[in-house]
């Protein structure tokens, strides 16, 4: 169990918290404009990531029909709960829209992704059901998390035009498309393509620490810790529900399982900063999940490997 936190530790929280404190220590010096950089990251950053990760993923055939049917039901079922959560705590408008986002999206890359290959020793199968949670991760986000963010703001007509307005909606069928037809894309153009991607998680990290510099911290912690519950610890509980429920076993059991524990993915808070939708409380959930994630995620792995 230590290997894991330290793993945790070193791997994630740390390199997460340094590049944060870097966007923080900007912010207060230089006082920049935060929705310009929400802006390059939804109009280039983060289009450049959805085509690479679509175009280039390879992945097990063998596993694609288990998985998808496990994400729909459980990402359905996450969405009843967190819908009911916030009936309960009679939660409106958009701070509703900011607590679903942060417990439906999840880092499923850059956490993710080392954590299946350290927990399951690099095994390819394990890591083949982790990339293509992560492919769903990478679409949802421009499409329900954009409507979610704007479902109490705006008519359905305008949130659609918000949604195809974002250039990573027409990344998605394009990179498909050249996936199936074997097309390859030219050198000149996929270096900047990886330049862009490589340097997605530093920008955003950056721009969360660049919120978190400038706001007062005055909201009641308790939404915070609600939001951190359903990403930490409900997750992962559903998703063991789901699993035992089409009875799948084995490695790619305990790889779904693990994928839903990991902490509330950056997207969310470039969602809120980009539609001004709670981006304070997006913000906070962003990072307290993931310090919160180094005795959770460790427990869940202790639970998958007693």
């Known amino acids: 169990m230590l290997t894991y936190l330290l793993f945790i530790l070193t791997r994630n929280v740390i390199p997460l918290c340094l590049m944060i404190a870097g966007g923080v220590t900007i912010q207060r010096v230089f006082h920049l404009d935060i929705k310009t950089m929400t802006k390059l990251l939804?109009?280039?950053?983060?289009?450049?990531?959805?085509f690479t990760d679509i175009y280039q993923?390879?992945?097990?055939?063998?596993?694609?029909?288990?998985?998808v049917l496990f994400f729909l039901i459980f990402f359905a079922a996450l969405i009843t709960v967190v819908t009911l959560v916030m009936k309960w705590r009679h939660y409106q408008g958009g701070r509703a829209g900011a607590i679903r986002n942060s417990v439906?999206?999840?880092?499923?890359?850059?956490?993710?992704?080392?954590?299946?290959?350290?927990a399951f020793h690099g095994n390819p199968l394990a890591l083949s059901v982790q990339v293509i949670v992560m492919l769903f991760q990478n679409i949802l986000p421009n499409t329900y998390g954009v409507y979610s963010a704007n479902a109490h703001k705006m008519a359905t007509r305008d949130i659609w035009r918000a949604i195809?307005?974002?250039?990573?909606?027409?990344?998605?069928?394009?990179?498909?498309?050249?996936?199936?037809?074997?097309?390859?894309?030219a050198t000149p153009i996929m270096i900047p393509l990886h330049d862009l991607v490589n340097a997605f998680t530093a920008f955003a990290l950056t721009t969360l620490g660049m919120q978190l510099g400038q706001m007062k911290w005055s909201l009641q912690f308790g939404d915070v810790l609600l939001s951190n519950a359903l990403r930490l610890l409900v997750s992962p509980l559903l998703a063991l529900a789901v699993v035992s429920l089409l009875r799948i076993h084995g490695l790619v059991a305990d790889a779904?399982?693990?994928?839903?524990?990991?902490?509330?993915s950056l997207n969310s808070m470039l969602l809120a900063v980009e539609f001004d939708n709670e981006p304070d409380l997006a913000s906070q959930?962003?990072?307290?999940?993931?310090?919160f994630s180094i005795i959770t995620v460790t427990v869940v792995i202790a639970f998958l490997h007693p």
């Open 42 to 50: 939804f109009y280039l950053f983060s289009p450049a990531l959805v």
């Open 57 to 67: 993923t390879r992945f097990s055939q063998l596993v694609i029909g288990q998985v």
């Open 104 to 118: 439906l999206f999840y880092n499923s890359a850059n956490y993710g992704i080392p954590l299946n290959q350290l």
């Open 164 to 185: 195809f307005r974002l250039p990573a909606v027409y990344m998605i069928p394009l990179a498909i498309i050249l996936r199936l037809l074997h097309i390859s894309i």
């Open 256 to 264: 779904l399982i693990l994928s839903s524990s990991v902490p509330t």
């Open 285 to 291: 959930a962003v990072f307290s999940s993931t310090l």
